[in-house]
């Protein structure tokens, strides 16, 4: 075959192979589609620091703290599933009476406990204290805060607040503080970090309810055992988170109203009096003679057994007071001077 002849008959084949791939029809892709899905498991929180602190900056760890004082308790929370997923954050404070460190109690009580909670994201609800009905525990929202941004895996909570009048006074290594920083969130985990050993500070407060005591006109030599004697049914109130004194003085010179003269306290008890010119005093919680005490210009005790009170305490009503005179030297006249009550710590 001639060379021109294998040329032409090379075109005719490549010709009808590109004809024959036009004619092929044109194959296309298809597809289907199914769901994917997996669940997130929740993961637990964690308490990574709680203490208590003395100033807003938490930067001073309040090893003891002073009823109506304003402390800052801090907690800083972990969360893998983001802070948004917590619940609660919560902080209790709470009296340890042997310093055997139990678990947080789960109520308040004005001695005892306070419950501070937050739930998260919700200002609704806002800041809460639970103190067992006390109107002196106070949680101080202006003061409080938690993490503006709740995306995130880490972030403190702080609860401003000052412990009630009557939390019980305390003294570490017979008895205590705790306090503990907890957290739950939407499933349920949880987790909790205590603080221990911290002093509660004695705190007292007296209110003498009787504007006055008057024996009226009395015979120069009256003893403490005279008719005019005594003066009983003396109201006070005594308020104190823990064991108390109950005292009483008196100011050293009586002044006569009309006279100016003056009658001088004899601390001696002179029943009457021996000098001229002089008063004495016998002072006691309840109308018993034989056990008051002699009343100086400084303070004595007339109880040693008072203990722990309410935040609201019934008055004590039986004080008592009996006066003895000199049987000369005082001019007729109404002298004038103070009795001291005082509620001091024992």
């Given amino acids: 075959m001639s060379k021109l002849l294998k040329t032409k008959l090379s075109m005719i084949i490549a010709i009808a192979a590109a004809l024959s791939l036009l004619l092929t029809p044109a194959v296309y892709a298809a597809e289907g589609a199914t769901q994917g899905s997996f669940g997130a498991a929740s993961q637990p929180p964690t308490v990574t620091a709680f203490e208590i602190y003395t100033n807003a900056g938490c930067t001073i760890v309040a090893n003891s703290m002073t009823p109506l004082t304003t402390y800052y308790a801090k907690a800083t929370i972990s969360s893998p599933s983001k802070l948004k997923h917590l619940q609660t954050v919560r902080a209790t404070i709470y009296y340890d009476s042997d310093s055997s460190h139990p678990v947080a109690p789960g109520a308040g009580n004005p001695q005892t406990c306070a419950i501070l909670s937050r739930t998260v994201a919700d200002p609704v609800l806002d800041w809460t204290i639970n103190a067992g009905g006390s109107t002196t525990w106070a949680i101080v929202p202006a003061s409080c805060s938690e993490p503006a ?39 349920s985990q949880s987790d909790d970090l205590y603080v221990y050993d911290k002093a509660m500070d004695w705190y007292g407060e007296i209110t003498v309810n009787t504007a006055g005591v008057d024996w009226g006109s009395v015979p120069l030599g009256l003893t403490f055992e005279g008719a005019e004697n005594p003066e009983t049914n003396i ?43 002089e008063f004495a005093l016998k002072g006691n919680d309840t109308s018993d003679n034989t056990t ?53 710590n024992r």
Avoid: M, R
């Avoid at 401003?160 to 009557?166: H, R």
């Avoid at 005594?238 to 005292?247: I, S, T």
């Avoid at 008592?320 to 005082?342: N, R």
């Fill in 149 to 187: 941004n709740l995306n995130v895996t880490l972030g403190d909570w702080i609860f401003a607040f000052t412990p009630g009048k009557v939390a019980h006074e305390a003294i570490p290594a017979t008895d205590c503080w705790d306090a503990q920083g907890y957290t739950i969130n939407k499933s």
């Fill in 235 to 277: 109201s006070v109130t005594y308020l104190a988170n823990g064991d108390y004194y109950e005292d009483v003085n008196s100011s050293e010179n009586w002044t006569g109203q009309t006279y100016a003269e003056i009658v001088a306290l004899d601390e001696l008890g002179g029943n009457p009096p021996s000098a001229d010119s």
């Fill in 292 to 344: 008051a005490i002699i009343v100086k210009t400084t303070y004595d005790h007339i109880n040693s057994t008072g203990t722990i009170t309410s935040e609201t305490p019934s008055p004590v009503t039986t004080n008592t007071l009996w006066l003895s005179l000199s049987a000369a030297g005082i001019t007729p006249d109404t002298y004038d001077g103070e009795i001291h009550y005082q509620i001091a």
